[in-house]
């Protein structure tokens, strides 16, 4: 309750905050808002671009969302898309067919192989009580550098190693698109059914309310009969199976190779993005659409006025840390008491 | 011997980072904004420095830059009560993004650095002056980082004070330790240190500002902290193998590629393997056996740690 008091203020925070950033920057600020909008929406390129950020921040956003209510700090999600593009890029690369085998295979991959890298944490947290946070930033940083392995060894380009990426995968193996339109239909039903199904899941489903009893009390849930450790499993391979089909949207939609910053930051934000909608899931589309926005119409920003385009995940972490401080200075508030307020604004 | 020199140089800034958070986790409380806070810092020393030609005005402002953001979490996490790690986590992206954001036109830029100064008498010694003693005011400043944390931690009222503080908070009021004064002063302080870590890289190691010019420098000290078992020797210890695993790396990359890849990640896979064993019930039966190496075998994390504390 408090927190949907705490939106207005903060998002009056976050503008202010972006307003004295460009001015401090020394650009006009409505100018580049309005750039802003307009390279996130001007045109039909546009929009795709700011969908095909859209999908995968989407897409890792749901899947936070499940860690999350199960009490969970899924910091290792960006080390779990990078290894789910590793899967599709190997099915993409190996597996011979048409497109409409090949293409459900590498949704598969990339799902089965995100997930098998997030139960790493999940069974070093339940079998060894180690924290998810350390394990997750870890194996992150090993994912990474196992792409950035596969990319200058094995699926080196011929005669060239360099960290520019691996070849461009066969053309049958791309998530197919319609018409001259990059964005792929196939990669927005995925993604609108994830969410929703991530929202029904959590809502309506017996093992959603399990799942939330774990987070908010693991120790009574335990004793109330809930087995809280496969739970937390689950979490984690479910989180990390929609961070894996990220990690395909990015390799076999995006980059149509293996790059080794293949994650593009999508996990992190996504973190950001559950942050702001306050884990609630119908805000997860939203949040996510108004990011990927400021995100790909800040690059306009860049090229037009010559401001700096990391202008975006300022604002994106101003705002959301805003929304936090804001919230907990207002429960803060109304913990030490009504009477001190009434006297006040009387 | 200039090997061995250029590996204790190449410690400093993740000795700095590591000290300060020890020094904040042993109060109970997480900075887990360190990898941010560390690039911030690192860009904003180098701009104070390049802006006044001051290495020191560099440093000082490198430090209230990361004070700042160890305010924020120290008053978000005691006075808010919020989750610690959640507005960390925030303002590590945060800070990244602003570094990247101010930092822009100082790319390239060339500016001062940390003057290199032999101590007298000192580095004349054989083999030892070389090592330790002939190098600059950075580096002197992160050995006696470690010293001074390990004997305030260990051997000072207000060090046990502050452990008290980290393990056993109830207990601590109980006896009068002004619990949260102690957190707020021990995020800070650690704040100041993760500062020093940025300055030392910006102005000293590499002596300028480009993007990710601290590559997950607070990630590896955060993986540090913790496989030093928050002790500051051990913590400083580990520093200087995996710098000096860094150097032989450099000089087989050559003939090893892969050997490379595979040592850059050793900090984290470390950090799995010590959580992993020292968590073991084996583990702790066997380190019960020999009390006198508890504090080289002992890996637990300080018990409030991340939790929140209010005196009724």
Same mark, same amino acid.
């Given at each position: &309750?408090?927190? @949907?008091?705490?939106?207005?203020?903060?998002?009056?925070?976050?503008?202010?905050?972006?307003?004295?950033?460009?001015?401090?920057?020394?650009?006009?600020?409505?100018?580049? &808002?309005?750039?802003?909008?307009?390279?996130?929406?001007?045109?039909?390129?546009?929009?795709?671009?700011?969908?095909?950020?859209?999908?995968?921040?989407?897409?890792?956003?749901?899947?936070?969302?499940?860690?999350?209510?199960?009490?969970?700090?899924?910091?290792?999600?960006?080390?779990?898309?990078?290894?789910?593009?590793?899967?599709?890029?190997?099915?993409?690369?190996?597996?011979?067919?048409?497109?409409?085998?090949?293409?459900?295979? =590498?949704?598969?991959?990339?799902?089965?192989?995100?997930?098998?890298?997030?139960?790493?944490?999940?069974?070093?947290?339940?079998?060894?009580?180690?924290?998810?946070?350390?394990?997750?930033?870890?194996?992150?940083?090993?994912?990474?550098?196992?792409?950035?392995?596969?990319?200058?060894?094995?699926?080196?380009?011929?005669?060239?190693?360099? =960290?520019?990426?691996?070849? @461009?995968?066969?053309?049958?193996?791309?998530?197919?698109? +319609?018409?001259?339109?990059?964005?792929?239909?196939?990669?927005?039903?995925?993604?609108?059914?994830?969410?929703?199904?991530?929202?029904?899941?959590?809502?309506?489903?017996?093992? #959603?309310?399990?799942?939330?009893?774990?987070?908010?009390?693991?120790?009574?849930?335990?004793?109330?009969?809930?087995?809280?450790?496969?739970?937390?499993?689950?979490?984690?391979?479910?989180?990390?199976?929609?961070?894996?089909?990220?990690?395909?949207?990015? +390799? =076999?939609?995006?980059?149509?190779?293996?790059?080794?910053?293949?994650?593009?930051?999508?996990?992190?934000?996504?973190?950001?993005?559950?942050?702001?909608?306050?884990?609630?899931?119908?805000?997860?589309?939203?949040?996510?659409?108004?990011?990927? +926005?400021?995100?790909?119409?800040?690059?306009?920003?860049?090229?037009?006025?010559?401001?700096?385009?990391?202008?975006? #995940?300022?604002?994106?972490?101003?705002?959301?840390?805003?929304?936090?401080?804001?919230?907990?200075?207002?429960?803060?508030?109304?913990?030490?008491?009504?009477?001190?307020?009434?006297?006040?604004?009387? | 011997?200039?090997?061995?020199?250029?590996?204790?140089?190449?410690?400093?800034?993740?000795?700095?980072?590591?000290?300060?958070?020890?020094?904040?986790?042993?109060?109970?409380?997480?900075? @887990?904004?360190?990898?941010?806070?560390?690039?911030?810092?690192?860009?904003?020393?180098?701009?104070?420095?390049?802006?006044?030609?001051?290495?020191? &005005?560099?440093?000082?402002?490198?430090?209230?830059?990361?004070?700042?953001?160890?305010?924020?979490?120290?008053?978000?996490?005691?006075?808010?009560?919020?989750?610690?790690?959640?507005?960390?986590?925030?303002?590590?992206?945060?800070?990244?993004?602003?570094?990247?954001?101010?930092?822009?036109?100082?790319? #390239?830029?060339?500016?001062?650095?940390?003057?290199?100064?032999?101590?007298?008498?000192?580095?004349?010694?054989?083999?030892?002056?070389?090592?330790?003693?002939?190098?600059?005011?950075?580096?002197?400043?992160?050995?006696?980082?470690?010293?001074?944390?390990? @004997?305030?931690?260990?051997?000072?009222?207000?060090?046990?004070?502050?452990?008290?503080?980290?393990?056993?908070?109830?207990?601590?009021?109980?006896?009068?330790?002004?619990?949260?004064?102690?957190?707020?002063?021990?995020?800070?302080? #650690?704040?100041?240190?993760?500062?020093? +870590?940025?300055?030392?890289?910006?102005?000293?190691?590499?002596?300028?500002?480009?993007?990710?010019?601290?590559?997950?420098?607070?990630?590896?000290?955060?993986?540090?902290?913790?496989?030093?078992?928050?002790?500051?020797?051990?913590?400083?210890?580990?520093?200087?193998?995996?710098?000096?695993?860094?150097?032989?790396?450099?000089?087989?990359?050559?003939?090893?590629?892969?050997?490379?890849?595979?040592?850059?990640?050793?900090?984290?896979?470390?950090?799995?393997?010590?959580?992993?064993?020292?968590?073991?019930?084996?583990?702790?039966?066997?380190?019960?056996?020999?009390?006198?190496?508890?504090?080289?075998?002992?890996?637990?994390?300080?018990?409030?740690?991340?939790?929140?504390?209010?005196?009724?």
């Amino acid at each position: &309750m408090n927190r @949907l008091r705490s939106v207005p203020l903060a998002i009056v925070i976050g503008i202010g905050a972006t307003v004295l950033l460009l001015l401090a920057a020394g650009a006009p600020p409505l100018e580049a &808002m309005r750039l802003i909008f307009d390279g996130a929406f001007g045109n039909t390129s546009r929009v795709a671009a700011t969908l095909m950020a859209w999908l995968p921040l989407v897409l890792a956003a749901a899947g936070l969302l499940i860690t999350f209510q199960a009490g969970l700090w899924n910091i290792g999600v960006e080390g779990q898309i990078v290894m789910g593009a590793i899967g599709a890029a190997w099915v993409a690369r190996t597996v011979p067919g048409p497109s409409a085998l090949v293409v459900p295979l =590498t949704l598969v991959g990339g799902a089965v192989l995100g997930a098998a890298w997030a139960l790493l944490p999940a069974l070093l947290r339940t079998r060894f009580r180690v924290h998810e946070i350390f394990s997750g930033v870890a194996l992150s940083f090993v994912a990474a550098s196992v792409a950035v392995y596969l990319i200058i060894g094995p699926w080196s380009r011929v005669g060239v190693a360099s =960290t520019s990426g691996t070849d @461009l995968f066969d053309e049958r193996t791309w998530l197919p698109t +319609a018409g001259s339109w990059r964005v792929s239909p196939v990669a927005l039903v995925v993604a609108v059914a994830a969410v929703v199904s991530v929202l029904v899941l959590l809502r309506d489903s017996r093992f #959603g309310l399990r799942l939330r009893a774990v987070g908010r009390n693991p120790e009574s849930a335990f004793l109330f009969g809930i087995p809280t450790g496969r739970y937390t499993v689950a979490a984690f391979g479910l989180c990390g199976a929609l961070a894996g089909l990220a990690g395909t949207v990015q +390799a =076999t939609g995006f980059h149509h190779k293996l790059v080794p910053a293949i994650s593009g930051g999508y996990g992190f934000l996504g973190i950001l993005v559950v942050l702001l909608a306050g884990f609630r899931a119908v805000w997860i589309a939203p949040i996510a659409l108004f990011f990927a +926005a400021v995100q790909v119409g800040s690059t306009q920003l860049s090229l037009r006025l010559g401001i700096d385009s990391s202008l975006a #995940g300022v604002v994106q972490g101003v705002l959301v840390l805003a929304v936090m401080i804001v919230g907990g200075a207002q429960v803060y508030s109304a913990a030490r008491g009504p009477v001190v307020t009434g006297e006040e604004e009387g | 011997m200039e090997i061995v020199a250029g590996v204790v140089a190449a410690s400093a800034p993740l000795i700095y980072a590591v000290v300060g958070e020890t020094i904040t986790e042993k109060a109970g409380v997480v900075n @887990l904004s360190l990898d941010g806070s560390i690039l911030l810092s690192a860009m904003t020393g180098f701009a104070a420095a390049a802006t006044t030609g001051s290495v020191v &005005m560099g440093f000082l402002a490198a430090m209230a830059v990361s004070m700042l953001i160890a305010g924020v979490v120290a008053f978000s996490g005691i006075a808010l009560r919020l989750n610690q790690i959640a507005v960390g986590f925030v303002l590590f992206l945060l800070a990244k993004q602003l570094a990247l954001f101010f930092g822009d036109p100082y790319i #390239g830029r060339t500016g001062p650095q940390v003057p290199a100064w032999d101590i007298p008498l000192l580095s004349d010694i054989p083999v030892v002056g070389e090592v330790l003693f002939s190098h600059n005011l950075s580096v002197y400043g992160s050995f006696l980082a470690v010293i001074a944390a390990a @004997l305030f931690l260990s051997r000072t009222r207000r060090g046990l004070d502050l452990r008290a503080v980290g393990e056993r908070p109830e207990a601590a009021h109980a006896r009068g330790i002004a619990v949260n004064r102690y957190r707020y002063v021990a995020t800070l302080v #650690g704040g100041a240190f993760v500062g020093m +870590a940025g300055a030392a890289v910006s102005l000293d190691q590499i002596a300028g500002w480009r993007e990710n010019l601290t590559v997950n420098l607070g990630w590896i000290a955060l993986a540090f902290v913790i496989f030093g078992g928050w002790n500051p020797w051990r913590v400083a210890l580990a520093c200087f193998v995996y710098r000096g695993l860094l150097f032989a790396a450099g000089e087989f990359q050559v003939q090893f590629p892969e050997f490379v890849q595979v040592l850059t990640q050793l900090p984290f896979l470390l950090m799995i393997l010590a959580l992993t064993v020292l968590n073991t019930e084996r583990f702790r039966r066997f380190a019960d056996r020999f009390p006198r190496l508890r504090p080289f075998l002992a890996g637990e994390a300080p018990t409030a740690l991340g939790t929140t504390f209010h005196p009724e």
